[in-house]
């Protein structure tokens, strides 16, 4: 049996400690009680569901704790594996630690090629996510894939699905070749705008950002009609957050933030697509 071309990590931040990040949106500080209760309830809710639902099943999810995660928690962390074969809980000490263990981990695969995928720990994938950029896979010292067409789903204050587009989002995977590989973490996503040996991939819309009230700089940016009964297909949610597909507004109800945001998503991308054609986006 001929050994796999490459190999698949989508790899997810849960709670690193980050000097320059204390407090949420709504200012319960970050590592405190109820920012972790909050955190691990979008966490089970939008995101471990929609990963245990992949199709493709040739995958690793590196899941990143703290060594500070308070005891308690970590039965429920034990737990995510029964619900998900590809889940692996890793602990390192603090945000300064995670990259060095990323970079290492992925060295250790056999396969010549490794593919590293972003997730947010209050996100949700497609259901087909893993395939779909799997299918973008030839072998290729470096390239990044762009998927910059997905949903945003607001749960609070208000509930409001709509579509979006967003160029250089935190759901940016990376195909390298396995020498030293520097994962798709080396960047933050933003910085995928100064990379020339970048794939933007349209009209696949395999990513859905949650908008929550504890949102540290998202707000919601979505517009237009969503096929309530094809999204919720797609991106498989706990049977607790199900509801949240009867309580929608319908877009009728916000059609002015829907104009508005689609010509702000539209001029964004409309921008940044002038600034790298004018070369403005070189590496540094």
Known sequence: MQPPMFEHFLITRFNLRNPSWTSSRSQHPVLSEA???DRFQLFEQYCLPSVAAQTEAGFSWLVYFDTQTP??????????????PQFQPVFVDGMPAFLPDVQARIAAAAAPYVITSRLDNDDCISSDFIARVQ????????????FIDGYMLEIAPVQRLGRTV?????????????????????????????????????GQRIWLTVIHQDNKTNEFRG??????????????????????????????????????????????????????ALGLYRQP
């Not at 299918?135 to 762009?146: G, K, N, R, S, V």
């Not at 759901?171 to 990379?195: D, G």
């Not at 607790?240 to 929608?248: C, G």
Request: hydrophobic residues 40%.
């Open 71 to 84: 005891e308690q928690w970590l039965p429920r962390i034990e737990r995510y594996h029964r619900e998900c």
């Open 166 to 202: 967003n160029a250089y989002n935190p759901f940016v995977s990376l195909i390298e070749r396995n020498r030293e590989p520097l994962s798709v973490w080396h960047k933050v996503h933003a910085q995928w705008k100064r990379e020339p040996h970048l794939r933007r991939i349209r």
């Open 135 to 146: 299918e973008q896979f030839a072998p290729t010292d470096f390239l990044a894939l762009d």
């Open 35 to 37: 920012w972790l209760q």
């Open 223 to 276: 517009f237009g009609r969503a096929d309530k009964a094809e999204v919720s297909a797609s991106f498989v949610l706990a049977p607790a957050a199900q509801q949240i597909w009867e309580q929608l507004l319908p877009v009728t109800r916000w059609r002015w933030l829907s104009l508005k945001n689609r010509l702000h998503t539209g001029a964004t991308l409309l921008k940044r697509d002038l600034k790298k």
